[in-house]
């Protein structure tokens, strides 16, 4: 009897066992990508898990080197049902931004920010669908940047401010071995920061600290398996907790932005613009038409998070190269030094209007871009519809990879493309020149909407700290590493240095 009844319960247990293996067999078959013709390579993929094993999502770069010389330079991959396509070297990465604009201009849709209020109805602009509301804000976004004529200062006089008491507080340094790091990114996120809340905190502000350590742990939170596990099979999401858990500190960083934002709108004067948000809310004021075009609460508190976000670290991480190549290769620096003794002189503070007789300031700048190469993996854009790429069929709804290093660094465009060499930016005579694989703002209809401000920020920070300062190595300390350390950002790991006025 007893043996009966285990036989019958082992028999159930075999048939559902038998059911599930069939009907989880059946749905990875349905959800699995059909077999175009022309699709790009790509490693052999699994049963759910498609090509994830084979990627060490840790330190994905040498996976993907691997992948490379295997496949070529378009390649594919599939993380778990969602077809990825990378794109590698300049020519192919070009005609994907460039000559077929509108058909890679879309983005992914991004599950894992859900818990942040990202979603069908509020997706700012970085992570926005390629559509006519992520149209209407980037074009508002820009002109206000452009126009920052309200207010009372020119955005050029607020970089240049700014700079200003970047130089005072590292002179307070008084010559002795320090980090960089937390000044130059708080000069930093304070031009950003005064552009869109109006706000800027004074350095060693216990607030800043904070906020900054917040935005560095969002950053290795998106990193490594789980979140790349989430990003595909989004129904993990629904486990209550998991992602306030694993993404705490982006939501603080959300939450922090939004306090902001509050505390504006309380003392808000439609007539009077005092910065980003402000412009905004006028906007929004103007009622139903506005609220069309992507003019509304939620949205504002994603495109001036997207701009504290997108603004902040890049440049001060180019920046941080910048110093960090100037210890590594002296004579350079005193080329540079040169330059802006001959240019500018010692007196008086620099401006946008000098750099364009300081081609060798202007080259170093955007060497140490190219080499920085901060966004290694440019952000992941979309398929908007199907196409073709150097003769490969890409359906509508893949996942692009554009790989901006092998741009940036592609053998076949770059002299020296491992080496810091400040020439690849000058003709024989000694002027500046840009080719164009230089791409470190990505291109196209999605490429970075804050150029013009980092390009300032960047000539004007660096000339200045340039002009009153001799960056040296500290005798205690080691050469610093040359190598960066990705997470997402690709930054230098960090390093000491001394500010010998001069
Ligand atoms: C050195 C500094 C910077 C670098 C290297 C950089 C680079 C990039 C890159 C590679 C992208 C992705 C483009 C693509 O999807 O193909 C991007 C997008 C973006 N960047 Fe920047 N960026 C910098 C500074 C800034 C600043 C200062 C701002 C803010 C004013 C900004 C705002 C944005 C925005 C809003 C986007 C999203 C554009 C869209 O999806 O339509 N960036 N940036
Ligand atoms: C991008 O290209 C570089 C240089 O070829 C390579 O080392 C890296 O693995 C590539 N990354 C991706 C994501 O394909
Ligand atoms: C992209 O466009 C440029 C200029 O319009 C053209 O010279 C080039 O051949 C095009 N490239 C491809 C691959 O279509
Ligand atoms: C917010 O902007 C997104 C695009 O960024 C748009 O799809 C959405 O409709 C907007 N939401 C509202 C409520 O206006
Ligand atoms: C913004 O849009 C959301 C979703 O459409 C809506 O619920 C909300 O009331 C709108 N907010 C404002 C201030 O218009």
Same mark, same amino acid.
């Given at each position: 009897?007893?043996?009966?009844?285990?036989?019958?319960?082992?028999?159930?247990?075999?048939?559902?066992?038998?059911?599930?293996?069939?009907?989880?067999?059946?749905?990875?078959?349905?959800?699995?990508?059909?077999?175009?013709?022309?699709?790009?390579?790509?490693?052999?993929?699994?049963?759910?898990?498609?090509?994830?094993?084979?990627?060490?999502?840790?330190?994905?770069?040498?996976?993907?080197?691997?992948?490379?010389?295997?496949?070529?330079?378009?390649?594919?991959?599939?993380?778990?049902?969602?077809?990825?396509?990378?794109?590698?070297?300049?020519?192919?990465?070009?005609?994907?931004?460039?000559?077929?604009?509108?058909?890679?201009?879309?983005?992914?849709?991004?599950?894992?920010?859900?818990?942040?209020?990202?979603?069908?109805?509020?997706?700012?602009?970085?992570?926005?669908?390629?559509?006519?509301?992520?149209?209407?804000?980037?074009?508002?976004?820009?002109?206000?940047?452009?126009?920052?004529?309200?207010?009372?200062?020119?955005?050029?006089?607020?970089?240049?401010?700014?700079?200003?008491?970047?130089?005072?507080?590292?002179?307070?340094?008084?010559?002795?071995?320090?980090?960089?790091?937390?000044?130059?990114?708080?000069?930093?996120?304070?031009?950003?920061?005064?552009?869109?809340?109006?706000?800027?905190?004074?350095?060693?502000?216990?607030?800043?600290?904070?906020?900054?350590?917040?935005?560095?742990?969002?950053?290795?939170?998106?990193?490594?398996?789980?979140?790349?596990?989430?990003?595909?099979?989004?129904?993990?999401?629904?486990?209550?907790?998991?992602?306030?858990?694993?993404?705490?500190?982006?939501?603080?960083?959300?939450?922090?932005?939004?306090?902001?934002?509050?505390?504006?709108?309380?003392?808000?004067?439609?007539?009077?613009?005092?910065?980003?948000?402000?412009?905004?809310?006028?906007?929004?004021?103007?009622?139903?038409?506005?609220?069309?075009?992507?003019?509304?609460?939620?949205? /504002?508190? *994603?495109?001036?998070?997207?701009?504290?976000?997108? #603004?902040? @670290?890049?440049?001060?991480?180019? &920046?941080?190269?910048? %110093?960090?190549?100037?210890?590594?290769?002296?004579?350079?620096?005193?080329?540079?030094?040169?330059?802006?003794?001959?240019?500018?002189?010692?007196?008086?503070?620099?401006?946008?209007?000098?750099?364009?007789?300081?081609?060798?300031?202007?080259?170093?700048?955007?060497?140490?871009?190219?080499?920085?190469?901060?966004?290694?993996?440019?952000?992941?854009?979309?398929?908007?519809?199907?196409?073709?790429?150097?003769?490969?069929?890409?359906?509508?709804?893949?996942?692009?990879?554009?790989?901006?290093?092998?741009?940036?660094?592609?053998?076949?465009?770059?002299?020296?493309?491992?080496?810091?060499?400040?020439?690849?930016?000058?003709?024989?005579?000694?002027?500046?020149?840009?080719?164009?694989?230089? /791409?470190? *703002?990505?291109?196209?209809?999605?490429?970075?909407? #804050?150029? @013009?401000?980092?390009?300032?920020? &960047?000539?004007?920070? %660096?000339?200045?700290?340039?002009?009153?300062?001799?960056?040296?190595?500290?005798?205690?300390?080691?050469?610093?590493?040359?190598?960066?350390?990705?997470?997402?950002?690709?930054?230098?790991?960090?390093?000491?240095?001394?500010?010998?006025?001069?």
């Amino acid at each position: 009897m007893t043996l009966l009844l285990w036989l019958s319960s082992w028999s159930n247990i075999s048939v559902l066992g038998v059911f599930l293996t069939v009907f989880t067999v059946l749905v990875d078959f349905m959800k699995r990508r059909k077999k175009w013709s022309c699709y790009p390579p790509g490693p052999v993929s699994l049963p759910f898990v498609g090509t994830m094993p084979y990627v060490n999502y840790n330190n994905p770069i040498l996976s993907f080197e691997k992948f490379r010389k295997k496949f070529g330079n378009v390649f594919s991959l599939q993380n778990c049902w969602t077809n990825v396509v990378v794109l590698n070297g300049y020519n192919t990465v070009k005609e994907a931004l460039v000559n077929k604009s509108e058909d890679f201009a879309d983005r992914p849709y991004m599950p894992i920010y859900e818990h942040l209020g990202y979603g069908h109805k509020s997706e700012g602009i970085v992570l926005a669908k390629y559509g006519h509301v992520w149209k209407e804000l980037r074009k508002f976004t820009l002109i206000t940047l452009r126009n920052f004529g309200m207010g009372k200062k020119s955005l050029e006089e607020r970089v240049t401010e700014e700079a200003g008491f970047l130089c005072s507080a590292i002179s307070s340094e008084g010559g002795r071995p320090f980090d960089l790091h937390l000044l130059v990114n708080n000069a930093v996120s304070n031009v950003i920061c005064t552009i869109t809340y109006g706000e800027r905190f004074e350095y060693g502000d216990e607030t800043f600290k904070k906020l900054l350590t917040l935005f560095e742990n969002s950053l290795n939170e998106e990193i490594g398996l789980l979140p790349e596990l989430l990003q595909v099979v989004p129904i993990l999401l629904r486990i209550p907790g998991l992602p306030q858990m694993i993404f705490r500190c982006q939501k603080e960083y959300i939450d922090f932005t939004e306090m902001l934002i509050e505390k504006h709108k309380e003392t808000w004067n439609p007539a009077y613009t005092r910065d980003f948000t402000d412009a905004f809310l006028k906007e929004m004021a103007k009622g139903n038409e506005a609220e069309v075009n992507g003019f509304n609460r939620t949205n /504002l508190s *994603f495109v001036t998070s997207d701009l504290l976000a997108a #603004g902040s @670290q890049t440049t001060s991480t180019t &920046l941080r190269w910048a %110093f960090l190549f100037m210890l590594l290769y002296p004579e350079i620096q005193s080329k540079v030094h040169k330059e802006i003794d001959k240019v500018i002189g010692r007196n008086r503070p620099p401006t946008m209007a000098d750099q364009a007789n300081m081609p060798y300031t202007n080259a170093v700048i955007h060497e140490v871009q190219r080499c920085g190469d901060i966004i290694p993996m440019g952000l992941p854009h979309m398929t908007y519809r199907d196409t073709k790429l150097q003769g490969f069929f890409i359906p509508k709804g893949t996942t692009i990879i554009t790989n901006l290093t092998s741009v940036l660094k592609d053998e076949t465009v770059w002299k020296k493309p491992n080496e810091f060499y400040p020439e690849h930016f000058l003709n024989e005579n000694g002027e500046f020149v840009r080719p164009e694989a230089f /791409l470190p *703002f990505s291109a196209g209809r999605r490429a970075c909407l #804050g150029e @013009q401000l980092a390009k300032m920020e &960047l000539f004007i920070f %660096f000339t200045t700290l340039m002009q009153k300062f001799t960056f040296v190595i500290p005798e205690d300390q080691p050469r610093p590493r040359e190598d960066g350390h990705f997470a997402f950002i690709n930054s230098p790991h960090p390093y000491q240095l001394q500010a010998v006025p001069r």
